[in-house]
């Protein structure tokens, strides 16, 4: 098997030396799109072979294997001219029918993200080097294609320290345990509406493979895993994972979720499960909070897409999300949003994280929020999650663990109140105008915690000072 990530951190090295990129995100946005469309066309070639009616929307000379796949093919001026003058201007005009079939389906696709992305690097030479290192991985060999499915984790990972581009990625522990918690079923739709790279549609569509005991049972998974998301390289690097986790036609809608009146939303685009970490702290674009009925309008995203969320959901469905405390507490709408939550849905679960589990990108409190439509909340159960012993926050390389979510599942369903664990009334929370922002009541107020090696250190300095000032009492002495 091609060694991948040597593969990868070639081509690196190779996008450093390029003039053209500036940045983590542009590196990525340019990887991206090169990934993009070697892992669509060796598809491609294999659905060709395997489906008699089906022919790729792609021109034969656009495709990767006319322009890219010989290594020794254009390179220089001539490659550059190619890429900026003809692959992207061809590719943004694809023609799309509007019937629903395979084809037209795929070429909607390149198309979107062809629109939304751009060639960066400045050097035709520097770009062959690229795409001879890509022409290494042949993405229709599984094992290939799963290892790399694999590594492409560790790309959209450096987006958390890629200045804004942070908020398109949460943590891969948040959204399994997010994903483990909701327990999405085989035949159930599962919606991100802020997908992002597409972190919990994976966590999803793993989840269902483990459930899958034929071949149609597998391929059912690809029509009921749905994502939206506005922010085109975004948009393609949640393509680009799906389609490295088997899904042929990912079912991404290249659109703002919150571009069209809620009343738009009818029963048939109701879900049965949501996992999704909703952009906080934005503000809303194009007046789109008028989209919303008067006593829920904010400029605050975070707000209107819980809203958006609860209308979503079936009867019964459920939901796990990422909420800043922010969005716990405040006066108003703000207020009358949690109201909402708690009479139309049960709200049986928030854990409260540290609040270095998105760092750098963000540093605020965040929270996970676990409901279920249909019956009012009658209590929450709240569960504070703190760091690792000997850990101070968490940082780019000391980032949270799923292994660190084991007490919680194993407290789940056995549910009693510890010093990390309380629950709180209804009454009370409507006594508190619905603040859902409840410190921990078994934490000591002012304790400060230490780790084992810091109170070593402590003592340790301790009996210093104690040395030091018993010798001075036996110079005084003498």
């Not at 390289?233 to 703002?256: F, G, M």
Request: proline share 4%; hydrophobic share 35%; with cysteine.
């Amino acid at each position: 098997m091609t060694n991948l990530k040597g593969t990868l951190d070639s081509i690196r090295k190779i996008m450093w030396q390029d003039t053209g990129l500036n940045g983590d995100a542009q590196r990525i946005e340019q990887l991206g799109w090169m990934l993009f469309f070697k892992i669509f066309s060796d598809k491609d070639k294999e659905l060709e072979l395997l489906n008699d009616n089906y022919t790729s929307p792609i021109p034969d000379e656009l495709h990767w294997d006319a322009w890219a796949g010989n290594d020794e093919g254009i390179t220089g001026d001539e490659l550059q001219e190619f890429v900026d003058r003809k692959l992207f201007q061809d590719l943004r005009n694809l023609p799309v029918n509007s019937t629903d079939d395979l084809r037209n389906k795929r070429a909607l696709i390149v198309r979107e993200v062809f629109e939304g992305n751009n060639n960066y690097m400045k050097s035709g030479i520097n770009i062959r080097k690229v795409l001879n290192k890509l022409n290494e991985i042949d993405f229709n060999i599984a094992k290939d294609r799963h290892a790399f499915g694999e590594l492409y984790e560790t790309i959209l990972k450096e987006l958390q320290s890629a200045g804004k581009s942070g908020e398109f990625y949460t943590p891969r522990a948040i959204t399994e345990f997010i994903c483990e918690m909701v327990n999405p079923l085989l035949g159930e739709k599962i919606l991100d509406p802020s997908c992002g790279t597409g972190g919990y549609l994976t966590a999803a569509i793993e989840h269902l493979k483990k459930q899958a005991n034929s071949v149609e049972e597998r391929q059912s998974i690809a029509e009921n895993i749905i994502g939206w998301e506005y922010k085109p390289l975004p948009y393609l690097l949640a393509t680009t994972n799906l389609i490295l986790h088997d899904i042929e036609v990912p079912k991404i809608s290249y659109r703002d979720s919150l571009d069209q009146p809620l009343s738009n939303y009818t029963n048939r685009h109701r879900v049965d499960a949501i996992l999704a970490n909703p952009p906080f702290g934005g503000i809303v674009a194009n007046n789109n909070e008028n989209n919303f009925p008067q006593s829920f309008r904010t400029k605050e995203s975070a707000d209107l897409f819980l809203v958006l969320m609860i209308h979503l959901l079936k009867q019964g469905g459920r939901a796990g999300i990422v909420l800043p405390d922010g969005s716990l507490t405040g006066d108003g709408v703000k207020q009358r949003v949690r109201q909402k939550l708690l009479e139309d849905c049960n709200l049986h679960t928030i854990i409260r994280l540290p609040n270095s589990v998105f760092q750098p990108y963000a540093t605020v409190a965040t929270n996970l929020l676990f409901f279920t439509k249909g019956e009012p909340t009658k209590e929450v159960w709240y569960y504070e999650h703190r760091l690792p012993e000997g850990q101070k926050s968490y940082s780019k390389t000391k980032t949270i663990q799923l292994k660190e979510f084991a007490p919680i599942k194993k407290w789940w369903n056995h549910r009693q109140e510890s010093d990390l664990c309380w629950k709180v009334s209804i009454d009370t929370l409507k006594e508190r105008g619905y603040d859902l922002d409840i410190k921990n009541p078994n934490r000591q107020e002012d304790a400060i915690e230490y780790s084992s090696a810091e109170l070593m250190q402590m003592l340790d300095k301790s009996f210093e000072k104690s040395a030091g000032l018993l010798a001075k009492l036996k110079e005084v002495l003498k």
